[in-house]
């Protein structure tokens, strides 16, 4: 098992930034890709990045250009930084893993999801 913790969702005002990081523990050696899906009310979950172990990543295009996604591997934790943030940015952000790329960075299924942080960007 995996568990990830999800940490740094906030208030910020429109064009703020936010970090948020997500630290991974448990039967880590298998996880290869780590990414952040983001769920708005009313709408599907979708994906904001993706990273694997390697450093490959995949965006978003709502979101290329302002948000980046790193790794820290000696740590298990993954960290999305959030610039030029705009209101429908404002969203529960999940953070997820799985040992393959394509459930991560494509497929939005992985096996593992944290509990979510909240960021609310006001315009």
């Known amino acids: 098992q995996v568990q990830l913790v999800e940490s740094g969702g906030g208030l910020v005002q429109a064009g703020g930034s936010l970090r948020l990081s997500c630290a991974a523990s448990g039967i880590i050696f298998s996880i290869n890709a780590m990414g952040w899906y983001r769920q708005a009310p009313g709408k599907q979950r979708e994906l904001v990045a993706a990273?694997?172990?390697?450093?490959?990543?995949n965006y978003a295009d709502s979101v290329k250009g302002r948000f980046t996604i790193s790794r820290d591997n000696a740590k298990n934790t993954v960290y999305l930084q959030m610039n030029s943030l705009k209101p429908e940015d404002t969203a529960v952000y999940f953070c997820?893993?799985?040992?393959?790329?394509?459930?991560?960075?494509?497929?939005?299924?992985?096996?593992?999801w944290g509990q979510g942080t909240q960021v609310t960007v006001s315009s």
């Open positions: 990273i694997t172990s390697g450093g490959s990543t």
């Open positions: 997820a893993a799985d040992p393959a790329w394509v459930r991560v960075g494509v497929a939005g299924t992985p096996g593992y």
